[in-house]
């Protein structure tokens, strides 16, 4: 499909959906309406963009044909695609197609997948191992789930967003590889904390401790992304403490519905819970290590 052919409508506008919208606007893709929980949000992007701001999700998808949605977890997906609720987006779901991108639970993909096609609509998985930069940018990694031939139908889109795409298989294909991407990458950013909390401790440079790491085995895509972080304190967000918790759990419970005990995604997991605990859910995953340098919480 040609640009001109997707009348583009997107539910929750974060970091994330603006981006993404202002990406395709600039692309010259019609974005027709934008939907999010803080109207005053909504309002200021739709004023951007030269769209409408609409108080429903059910609205998005009656002026739209493609619905991208960027929530925040399982609880806000079943509300906006709620069979019974009357602002649900299955009001009008005959003939649209919904992209849904955001990290959830494989179960909830399917679930929505089957809701979506038995109104007479088609659904894809689009999960992104990405952040804020490649939004905006249309460089996002996009891993998709769902039926082969909404895969290709979504793909020219979807190509204007990512720098690589991939389609893994069924709906809650995607969703399982992106759980393990994201149990991973909290568990190497946890250790990088541990490592440069403790380098800390025994009065290292950290600098020269990162150079190192970077040099040998302890070297990790996160060393590059998030080590100055830590290192400086810099935690504006990028990815959540809150929504690492809540992926790190998502890997969990996949693994006890496997019969695998996994320590190390647990040991991740209950951290992330405690900086959570400390009032510090909204700043980046680097915010861990305010829990492994010494006296930084009381400070």
Do not use: W
């Not at 952040?131 to 990694?141: D, H, K, N, P, W």
């Not at 918790?245 to 320590?263: E, M, R, T, V, Y």
């Amino acid at each position: 499909m040609a640009q001109s052919e997707f009348r583009i409508g997107i539910v929750g506008i974060g970091r994330m959906g603006a981006n993404m919208a202002r990406r395709l606007h600039d692309l010259h893709y019609a974005i027709v309406a934008v939907y999010d929980t803080d109207m005053e949000r909504a309002g200021a992007l739709a004023k951007e963009l030269a769209c409408t701001a609409v108080t429903t999700p059910a609205r998005v998808a009656e002026f739209a044909d493609t619905v991208l949605t960027v929530v925040s977890d399982d609880a806000a997906m079943r509300q906006i695609y709620s069979p019974v609720g009357a602002d649900s987006l299955l009001r009008h779901a005959a003939n649209r197609l919904f992209i849904n991108c955001a990290t959830l639970s494989p179960e909830l993909q399917r679930e929505v997948h089957a809701l979506v096609e038995q109104q007479g609509g088609r659904s894809l998985e689009a999960c992104m191992a990405s952040s804020i930069t490649q939004a905006r940018e249309g460089t996002l990694y996009l891993m998709c789930g769902g039926r082969p031939e909404v895969f290709e139908r979504a793909k020219p889109l979807l190509q204007d967003l990512s720098a690589d795409l991939r389609y893994i298989g069924p709906a809650g294909e995607a969703a399982k590889v992106k759980a393990l991407v994201n149990m991973v990458m909290n568990a190497n950013t946890a250790a990088l904390a541990e490592g440069l909390g403790l380098g800390a401790a025994l009065g290292l440079d950290l600098t020269m401790l990162r150079e190192i790491f970077s040099q040998t085995g302890a070297n990790s895509r996160v060393l590059e992304t998030d080590g100055e972080d830590i290192q400086q304190r810099a935690h504006d967000c990028y990815f959540s403490a809150a929504h690492a918790a809540k992926d790190s759990g998502i890997a969990c419970a996949l693994a006890q519905q496997a019969g695998l005990d996994l320590p190390l995604a647990k040991a991740t997991y209950d951290q992330y819970r405690r900086l959570i605990d400390h009032g510090k859910g909204e700043l980046d995953k680097s915010a861990v290590a305010e829990l492994t340098f010494k006296d930084r919480l009381n400070h």
